[in-house]
């Protein structure tokens, strides 16, 4: 079974605080993504990584960065938190060429 | 871009009762995929279905790629069936960066 966890369920941060957002998967998948999930507005993707060290902007990328040095792991950063960013984070996972997903729990995030 | 309308956008049944879900896109894809998340927020994928039909015990799914549209059918639903349920497609130009609908919330009462 793919397994894809997230460091934490629950997060509260102030205003300005740098946050990291952990996400590990253990199916050796190249494709790695960060998404945001707002009640109304679904789930919006924000980075999305198909190799170690690969990167590309999703749809909301602003205020967010992302590093990725091992194929397991895929972080997302907050550099100066802000309350609009109070959301749940749900990280996935994926074989290339258009492969089904597969999602972490999510990391509830509130900002204060 | 592309747009994704899920309806109903919320549906509460009975215990038992069937439903379906539908899906529609704008533009063509590579493929459409229809998760569930359950109460708890942990999204789970039902189906990845870029035509055709697929049957998983009491759900089935048909995607009519030709129309842009797909369903999803629930039968005889139980409690555990609550959730949201989510379509997400892969346009063609997007390479493997899916865009998903705003979901379907659907309450199965006792």
């Known amino acids: 079974d793919v397994k894809v966890t997230q460091s934490s369920r629950y997060l509260v941060k102030r205003t300005g605080e740098k946050v990291f957002l952990e996400c590990v998967q253990d199916?050796?998948?190249?494709?790695m993504f960060w998404y945001r999930q707002d009640p109304g507005l679904g789930l919006r993707l924000i980075y999305f990584s198909y190799d170690v060290k690969m990167k590309e902007k999703g749809d909301i990328p602003e205020g967010y960065s992302v590093s990725r040095e091992k194929k397991e792991r895929f972080s997302l950063i907050l550099e100066s938190a802000s309350t609009n960013q109070t959301s749940m984070y749900l990280c996935?996972?994926?074989?290339?060429?258009?492969?089904?997903?597969?999602f972490g729990p999510g990391t509830r995030l509130t900002v204060l | 871009g592309i747009q994704v309308e899920q309806s109903p956008p919320d549906l509460i049944l009975q215990e038992g009762a069937n439903s379906t879900l539908r899906c529609n896109f704008s533009?063509?894809?590579?493929?459409l995929q229809w998760f569930h998340q359950n109460p708890w927020g942990q999204l789970i994928n039902l189906f990845y279905?870029?035509?055709g039909t697929k049957q998983n015990g009491r759900l089935s799914a048909t995607t009519v790629a030709t129309e842009r549209y797909s369903l999803l059918y629930i039968s005889s639903s139980q409690t555990t069936d609550s959730g949201v349920y989510f379509c997400a497609v892969d346009p063609r130009n997007r390479d493997d960066k899916i865009i998903f609908g705003k979901g379907t919330r659907l309450h199965i009462l006792p």
């Open positions: 996935a996972s994926s074989l290339p060429r258009r492969d089904t997903q597969y």
């Open positions: 533009d063509s894809v590579n493929n």
């Open positions: 199916m050796d998948h190249e494709n």
């Open positions: 279905i870029p035509s």
